[in-house]
T-cell receptor, first 108, second 112 residues
Framework: SQQGEEDPQALSIQEGENATMNCSYK?????LQWYRQNSGRGLVHLIL?????REKHSGRLRVTLDTSKKSSSLLITASRAADTASYFC????????FGTGTSLTVIP | NAGVTQTPKFQVLKTGQSMTLQCAQD?????MSWYRQDPGMGLRLIHY???????DQGEVPNGYNVSRSTTEDFPLRLLSAAPSQTSVYFC???????????FGSGTRLTVV
């Protein structure tokens, strides 16, 4: 399988804390993307980082990419209850390949 | 724009039946794809298309057919449904060259 893997599989934090999710992948990539999925819904694109970038910010999101280790991390700062969702990384080479996801629960 | 529209939202099939899951997008995207999502397995690519008249297999194509006669539509056909095809199916589209995917709301399929 060309899928990535997210770590941890599940994460539970208090509102206001930071949440960090990690993604490891197997093949060389052109870019890496993070998506969010609320329960019972389709995925929504959050942020894209290109293979020649090391860090990218968007609002409360911070993504890092280490191509030598084939890994990425997503940091959500000052989490809110509304951030409760599953988060997936997706790598693009020829196609989009998704990881297995991290389920984040933010407790109010 | 409606984005990516999938129908039906729910479907129950008997083993051996066939059906078509519909997917349409109104964003003039060249790239379209079908994924299935199973607990603990993430999203797995079934088939994809880089433009009208062009389709190719993903990771888990067996038991599924696709066609792409127009830019807008990308139906997924189950030839003879099996319980192992019970899953949530997502259609997604994007502009060419690895930009972000736009997802439909999914079809929850149960094969009994």
């Amino acid at each position: 399988s060309q899928q990535g893997e997210e770590d941890p599989q599940a994460l539970s934090i208090q509102e206001g804390e930071n949440a960090t999710m990690n993604c490891s992948y197997k093949t060389s990539i052109n870019n890496l993307q993070w998506y969010r999925q609320n329960s019972g819904r389709g995925l929504v694109h959050l942020i894209l980082i290109r293979s020649n970038e090391r860090e990218k910010h968007s609002g409360r999101l911070r993504v890092t990419l280490d191509t030598s280790k084939k890994s990425s991390s997503l940091l959500i700062t000052a989490s809110r209850a509304a951030d409760t969702a599953s988060y997936f990384c997706a790598t693009t080479g020829n196609q989009f390949y998704f990881g297995t996801g991290t389920s984040l629960t933010v407790i109010p | 724009n409606a984005g990516v529209t999938q129908t039906p939202k729910f479907q129950v099939l008997k083993t051996g039946q066939s059906m078509t899951l519909q997917c349409a997008q109104d964003m003039n995207h060249e790239y379209m794809s079908w994924y299935r999502q199973d607990p603990g397995m993430g999203l797995r690519l079934i088939h994809y298309s880089v433009g009208a008249g062009i389709t190719d297999q993903g990771e888990v194509p067996n038991g599924y057919n696709v066609s792409r006669s127009t830019t807008e539509d990308f139906p997924l056909r189950l030839l003879s449904a099996a319980p192992s095809q019970t899953s949530v199916y997502f259609c997604a589209s994007s502009e060419p060259h690895e930009t972000s995917l736009h997802f439909g709301s999914g079809t929850r399929l149960t094969v009994v």
